[in-house]
């Protein structure tokens, strides 16, 4: 009998701590970002860009269509200006700690650096990434910049004479807090 009562009570713990666990994620600091296409891509490319606070860093979640198929580079800007037709009103990569441009694993990276994303030969592209040591919101927060992909792939490592050497800005969103 007393096992009985353990187990019970084991039993009920643990399920309230999925609960919690559920209604912390659900609870959880969000910003959107809604992409849409600029200069001969206005109206082909769109998507959204979701970000969560998830303990020391930010998950990522990309959905676009409309992109040429294959590698594109994929940045958090330092501005939400998009009001230039070539979307250069968006500034450079966001880097609040002055690093170099690289890859999103790599030591030393722009804290705007998400790498690529990758459209397959329908022109949509999905991407999950974790983003340590920035947040939703606050000093290191994603709030108040923009996402912008590139027309080519970013090589991760040039800094002259743009970051990552990726082409033209072909699509961009503001990041704003979600309700």
Do not use: C, Y
């Amino acid at each position: 009998m007393r096992r009985f009562f353990m187990f019970t009570a084991v039993a009920v713990l643990a399920a309230g701590f999925g609960f919690n666990a559920r209604l912390m994620a659900a609870d959880a600091p969000t910003a959107k970002a809604t992409i849409e296409g600029a200069g001969d891509n206005k109206g082909k490319i769109k998507g959204t860009v979701t970000f969560t606070q998830e303990g020391n860093g930010v998950k990522v979640v990309a959905e676009i269509e409309g992109l040429k198929p294959g590698k594109h580079g994929f940045h958090i800007h330092d501005k939400a200006d998009l009001s230039a037709p070539d979307l250069s009103s968006a500034g450079g990569h966001w880097n609040p700690d002055g690093h170099k441009h690289g890859g999103p694993n790599d030591a030393e990276h722009h804290a705007g650096d998400m790498g690529n994303i990758t459209a397959d030969a329908s022109g949509k592209a999905h991407l999950e990434l974790m983003m340590p040591g920035i947040t939703v919101s606050g000093d290191k927060g994603v709030v108040g910049h923009s996402v912008i992909i590139h027309e080519n792939e970013d090589d991760l490592k040039s800094q002259t004479p743009t970051p990552g050497n990726a082409g033209k800005r072909i699509a961009g969103g503001a990041i704003t807090a979600a309700k």
